[in-house]
Nanobody, 122 residues
């Protein structure tokens, strides 16, 4: 059974940092692309960042470029999202997902976690 579990969310002031983690079990982690997505209240879920199976290709939404860094540790089955210079508009539920293809679209991702809440106060 595949399990995807996010952690690391919380409340932070604008300009602060958080690091999200995602552990995935029950799948061959190092053959899956991984992505981070977020959803704010009343808005659709959007892609934040994704990374290919080996970690040598990454994608970032324009809104987070230069502030967020995605990385993965394949031996440990962990995905990370380092978020710096956080803004109130970064607030939302952050989801981790695994998919067989390295794509930005959420529809390419098969396995999803329950999410971790990020709240950035102004």
């Amino acid at each position: 059974q595949v399990q995807v579990v996010e952690s690391g969310g919380g409340l932070v002031q604008a300009g602060g940092s958080l690091r999200l983690s995602c552990t995935a079990s029950g799948l061959e982690f190092d053959v899956y692309a991984m992505g981070w997505f977020r959803q704010a209240p009343g808005k659709e879920r959007e892609g934040v960042s994704c990374i290919n199976w080996s970690g040598d290709s990454t994608y970032y939404a324009d809104s987070v470029k230069g502030r967020f860094t995605i990385s993965r540790d394949n031996p440990k089955n962990i995905l990370y999202l380092q978020m710096n210079s956080l803004k109130p508009e970064d607030s939302g539920m952050y989801y981790c997902a695994a998919g067989r293809r390295f794509r930005a679209s959420q529809y390419e991702y098969t396995y999803w976690g329950q999410g971790t809440q990020v709240t950035v106060s102004s």
